[in-house]
């Protein structure tokens, strides 16, 4: 998809938006850190003036040069407000007397000289609120860089903030298509070092923005109040440093972006081996691992080079630019005669100018970056979930009659549907048991009850309301979901039976995991309830993660029950536990329940063989065994302890 870069930047801007007050205060605060730039170059040059004398340059001096005549006498209260420097007595005249009594004293006399300097207290009192006024002015310009950059920083810091906390939202908010069609890694790396990218960019790229076109302004109006002819002739180079600018700005953009998508590949792989890292042992695939990420991290250092070699480039064109325009002013000053000190305080000025353009540049190269990483934030929050509630959603009442699938059929992609022509009613309050062999569309039929997926073909309602007219929240408020790979978060065990109600009291934790045969392992865990359980349930067994499962499904006490071959990969006893766990979680309630153990289901209901997306068979248990189909070839399998992984119906 490609994005239109300026749409992009006003939207990167809009999230600084709410932070407007504080954006203002920066930009005045940018005003004054420009100003007190552009005071160094023109206090410099009157201080050097005060201090050595104005007799350095071939021009005759207009006059000892003070502080525009208006500035001295604040300082130092001796002068008259309105009284030009050179009537009170300039500090260059002073300077002058001092050389000019110590030339009627002879060479001799050179001790009392310096002597008489220093106890003048009329020639100190000049020199000194020169000496104070370039730190003073050294110490309001930090000032004002810092009140600048902090008030910044925090609105961009706070703007990223705001962005990664949509993006985690909307993404959970998206549908779990949209998890299956996009790599984790590449999920992980859009919430941080995207965000990350943006967060670094949008704060430098603000506090510049804002700071260096003012500063510069300032001293090209500083440069030609001075001498106008001098600006053109050192100016006149830069409007050439664009060009590398634009020209790298774009190849930046590019590997930036292919630069974002190699960590996103990176994350992939860091969050694959280290969830899987007993299997990469079980295999000895350390080295290929080792291999696979080095390979990728090359890929990506092979990028990060291009964006170095592209954004290193510019700033030393500018610095010889700028150097060039320096060397002809000096050429020029040279032909009209200047004096040095007015040099001085130009060339101050020209040096100062080429930070905020070197600095304007790199917001350039900056700006592409962030936009590249931005763009890639954008393409997420602009996925729409395909399942969203309708405009007047109704609130599912609790569960009366029946959930019903009519002429359903459902497929993930274009390879083909995965569920075909399906017509089923699961009564309130009874038991349907789907079992097939592997691949057949067992879970896939489960998945539509949340409707974690809409089906493509028929519909799917409960009690008559079709599912898609249905507040989604309401929906799967009523519906408990056990699921064939147990997901445990990494916090205590009382947290994760109370996932679905956070509310719930101690005791109601207690009573749930009682109920779901839990009570006993916990308490024996090292600190009972409040034992953190690792990433995944990792510090647990098994069979221990699904009673908690099965625990938090009691707990939040749903009225319709999806059960995705809760006991699978359990030695006996665990299973007899969970088994036991499961009777009093499915009591009353309307149940859909998968599993591979036909022992665990003999007395459901309805039993629902699904081959090939389509049902085969429907019946109780008596029913099917006695029409002699698949139902009955898996159970006698089952019975003779045959491993009942089976791809084609019997013909
Ligand atoms: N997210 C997905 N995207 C694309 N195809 C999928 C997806 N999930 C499952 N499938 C395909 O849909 C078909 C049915 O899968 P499903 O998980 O429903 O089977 P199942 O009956 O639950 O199998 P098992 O007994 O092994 O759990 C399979 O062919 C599978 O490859
Ligand atoms: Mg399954």
């Known amino acids: 998809m490609k994005l239109d870069p300026m749409a992009s930047y006003r939207r990167l801007l809009s999230y600084a938006m709410p932070y407007k007050l504080r954006l203002i205060q920066a930009i005045l605060i940018g005003g004054l850190f420009a100003a007190s730039t552009g005071a160094i170059p023109w206090a410099l040059q009157h201080s050097f003036g005060a201090v050595f004398g104005d007799s350095g340059g071939t021009e005759p001096s207009e006059g000892p040069v003070g502080l525009g005549g208006w500035v001295l006498p604040e300082w130092t209260g001796e002068m008259l407000p309105g009284k030009k420097s050179s009537e009170a007595g300039g500090p260059s005249e002073a300077l002058q007397a001092v050389s000019d009594e110590g030339s009627a004293a002879g060479g001799g006399e050179q001790g009392n000289r310096a002597e008489s300097l220093h106890n003048s207290p009329r020639s100190l009192w000049h020199i000194l609120p020169y000496a104070a006024l370039i730190p003073l002015l050294g110490l309001l310009r930090g000032l004002f860089d810092f009140g600048n950059r902090y008030l910044i920083g925090w609105v961009g810091d706070r703007a990223v903030m705001d962005m990664r906390n949509e993006l985690f939202a909307h993404v959970h908010a998206l549908s779990l298509g949209f998890f299956h069609r996009n790599h984790t890694g590449q999920l992980i790396g859009r919430v941080t070092s995207d965000c990350q990218m943006i967060q670094r960019a949008v704060s430098s790229v603000l506090s510049d923005l804002i700071k260096q076109p003012i500063t510069l302004v300032v001293l090209i109006g500083y440069v030609f109040f001075r001498n106008t002819l001098l600006a053109v002739f050192s100016l006149i180079l830069f409007p050439l440093c664009v060009l590398p600018v634009i020209m790298y700005g774009r190849k930046v953009r590019r590997a930036s972006s292919k630069a974002q998508r190699k960590i996103g590949d990176l994350v992939d792989i860091l969050q694959e081996t280290f969830t899987g890292a007993r299997i990469v042992k079980g295999f000895c695939m350390e080295e290929h691992e080792a291999d696979r990420f080095s390979s990728h991290a090359q890929n990506l250092f092979r990028q990060q080079v291009k964006i170095l070699r592209s954004s290193s480039i510019v700033e030393p064109v500018i610095v010889f630019l700028s150097c060039l325009g320096i060397g002809a002013a000096l050429v020029y000053c040279f032909q009209v005669g200047m004096t040095h000190n007015e040099f001085l305080g130009f060339a101050t000025a020209l040096m100062l100018m080429y930070e905020p353009v070197k600095k304007l540049s790199r917001i350039h190269l900056t700006i592409q970056q962030s936009l590249a990483a931005a763009e890639r934030v954008f393409q997420v929050l602009d996925e729409e979930p395909e399942i969203a509630d309708p405009p007047n959603p109704v609130t599912l009442p609790s569960i009366r009659e ?118 006993r392992f916990i308490v024996e865990l090292e600190q009972g309830y409040d034992t953190v359980i690792g990433e995944r349930g990792s510090r647990l067994s098994g069979g221990q993660c699904q009673r908690l499962a099965i625990a938090r499904a009691i707990l939040k006490n749903p009225p319709i029950l999806i059960l995705d071959e809760a006991t699978s990969s359990l030695d006996s006893e665990s299973e007899y536990l969970v088994q036991k766990a499961l009777d009093e979680l499915m009591a009353d309630r309307t149940v859909i329940a998968i599993a591979h153990r036909l022992s665990t289901i003999q007395h459901a209901d309805t039993i629902v063989v699904l081959v090939h997306g389509r049902m085969q068979e429907v019946g109780t248990h008596e029913e099917l065994i006695a029409c002699n189909g698949v139902y009955e070839r898996l159970y006698r399998m089952q019975f003779q302890k045959q491993a009942w992984t089976i791809d084609e119906p019997r013909p």
């Open 402 to 519: 029946a959930i019903r699938f009519s002429g359903v059929d459902f497929a993930y992609d274009s390879s083909g549907n995965v569920l075909e022509g399906i017509d089923l009613e699961v009564r309130a309050g009874t038991v349907v048991a789907l079992v097939g062999p592997s691949g057949g569309g067992k879970s896939t039929l489960c998945n539509l009850i949340p409707r974690f997926y809409d089906p493509t073909a028929g519909s799917v309602s409960i009690d008559g309301h079709d599912l898609r007219t249905l507040s989604t929240r309401s929906l799967r408020a009523q519906i408990g979901i056990v699921t064939q790979e147990t997901i445990l978060f990494n916090t205590s065990v009382a947290r994760n039976i109370a996932y679905g109600k956070p509310d719930a009291t101690a005791s109601e934790i207690e009573d749930a995991a009682r109920r779901a045969n839990a009570h």
